[in-house]
């Protein structure tokens, strides 16, 4: 099957690699010319288990191409797989220009019938408007079809969950598409859920809300066992051998955050607004972690007198561990209000500083002064404080006599909840963590 991916993000690039492995001549487009080029190179532009080895091995086995050429990956290709952002924009709201863009290159390209398929998360009812809108522009006398294919791939693990996803969803309005997708999914050989366009959209979403929802349910428990005097890791425990809650997604700690449950929780409140609905649950979640992204920076500051000229070390940047994405990661919130309060940061990630420098340059800032290190003993060398804001197993096997050795005052504000509370202690370590 002749294919064509638009975007080269997360979603459209994994897509793309994962179909070209399953032998489908596929030929990813993207307007970033040096992306592109270093992508013929067999270098990937993002960091993600897997995904280079699988670049080289499909570029040298003739099945993935990438160019920023549209018209020739779009012109004849059986199915074109649109995979750009949907950024979020200041009301909430998905922002669908590059959808519109692309399916206006498309509509003015094919010359022979063919699927598009949106691959990116789009609110409900955008897959008819973008089937109306490429019909409007169509140039040739062909047949086109926009069929719904939402993705579940989580950033870390993106090849892993593709090449083994639990399903593929595929929402579709006619028997063609729906078998044209089929035939595209069936060497992977799995589940495959065939539902209307407009379910398929409505499930991505409920999807992701409801595991941002598991998360701040969590935090919002947490932050009352440490009222009551209960231990969220206990708590979670207890509750996951009920199979009907299930054991992942439980974890309290320091907020969700990432490129996908920030902007898909805005955008499914702001969907539901706009449909004259509250969806009160949503909504909930949202001021939920708005809240807990902060709640440790709220914690050190009951206890400090200030932060002035204090060496704050800080372990982990990116949102989660396993990438090197920033995007709306809890640490940019806490940095930016330790430099306002005219902390000396010394930052330590294994994969996300050279994203956290273009936030956050090294040098002086605001009343503060930002340094990244290379090592995580190197940040808490005389620290007056720590903050863990990601769960890396470089950070993970730090040891409390580490923390008690190093620091200058072994003070630990752990977001992730990776120590014992109990074996701090006895080391002599003055630690806070979630819900425990
Ligand atoms: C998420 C979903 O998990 C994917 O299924 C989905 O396809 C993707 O969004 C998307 O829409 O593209 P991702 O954002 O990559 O994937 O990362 P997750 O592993 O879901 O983590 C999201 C955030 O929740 C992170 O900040 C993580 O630290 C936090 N989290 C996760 C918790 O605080 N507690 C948990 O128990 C689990």
Same mark, same amino acid.
């Given at each position: 099957m002749k294919i064509a991916v638009a975007g080269t993000g997360y979603v459209g690039l994994v897509a793309g690699v994962c179909f070209a492995e399953m032998n489908h001549d596929v030929t990813c487009v993207d307007v970033d010319e040096k992306k592109v080029e270093i992508m013929r190179q067999g270098i990937s532009p993002i960091y993600e288990e897997g995904l280079e080895e699988l670049i080289q091995k499909n570029n040298a086995k003739g099945t993935l191409h990438f160019t920023t050429d549209y018209q020739e990956a779009y012109r004849d290709a059986d199915a074109i797989f649109i995979g750009v952002g949907t950024p979020e924009m200041p009301d909430g709201s998905a922002n669908l220009g590059y959808i519109a863009t692309v399916s206006r290159q498309i509509a003015e390209t094919i010359e022979k019938d063919c699927l598009v398929v949106v691959k990116s998360t789009v609110p409900v009812g955008t897959n008819d408007k973008v089937e109306q809108f490429i019909k409007d522009f169509l140039v040739h006398d062909v047949k086109v079809e926009v069929a719904s294919n939402p993705e579940f791939l989580a950033q870390g693990t993106a090849v892993h969950d593709t090449l083994h996803a639990a399903r593929i969803i595929i929402g579709t309005e006619s028997k063609e598409a729906e078998a044209l997708l089929k035939e595209i999914y069936e060497p992977f050989g799995l589940p495959i859920v065939s539902v209307k366009r407009r379910s398929a959209e409505m499930i991505k979403y409920a999807c992701n809300d409801f595991l941002a929802l598991k998360i701040s349910y969590m935090n919002d428990i947490a932050n009352l066992c440490e009222l009551v005097g209960a231990d969220i890791t206990d708590v979670a425990k207890g509750m996951c051998y009920d199979e009907r809650i !299930?054991? *992942? &997604? /439980?974890n309290a700690g320091i907020g969700f955050g990432g490129s996908c449950f920030p902007k898909d929780t805005k955008a499914l409140k702001f969907l539901a607004k706009e449909h004259g609905y509250q969806l009160k649950t949503v909504e909930a979640c949202v001021e939920v972690n708005t809240a807990q992204k902060i709640r440790l920076f709220e914690k050190a500051k009951e206890r400090m007198i200030s932060f002035n000229g204090l060496k704050v070390a800080v372990l982990g940047l990116t &949102? +989660?561990? !396993?990438?090197d994405d920033l995007r709306e990661a809890p640490s940019i919130d806490n940095i930016r209000l330790l430099l306002q309060a005219g902390a000396d940061i010394y930052a330590y990630d294994p994969k996300g500083v050279e994203r956290a420098k273009q936030l956050f340059p090294e040098g +002086? /800032?605001? +009343?503060g002064s930002m340094t990244y290190v290379d090592s995580a003993e190197e940040a808490l060398d005389k620290a007056n404080i720590c903050f863990v804001f990601t769960e890396w197993p470089q950070i993970k096997q730090i040891t409390p006599a580490q923390f008690k050795e190093k620091m200058h005052t072994p003070l630990v504000y752990d !977001? *992730?909840?990776?120590?014992d509370p109990k074996q701090m202690k006895a080391a002599g370590v003055e630690y806070y963590s979630i819900g425990r």
């Open positions: !299930g054991s *992942r &997604f /439980l &949102f +989660k561990a !396993g990438t +002086k /800032l605001e +009343k !977001g *992730r909840n990776l120590y």
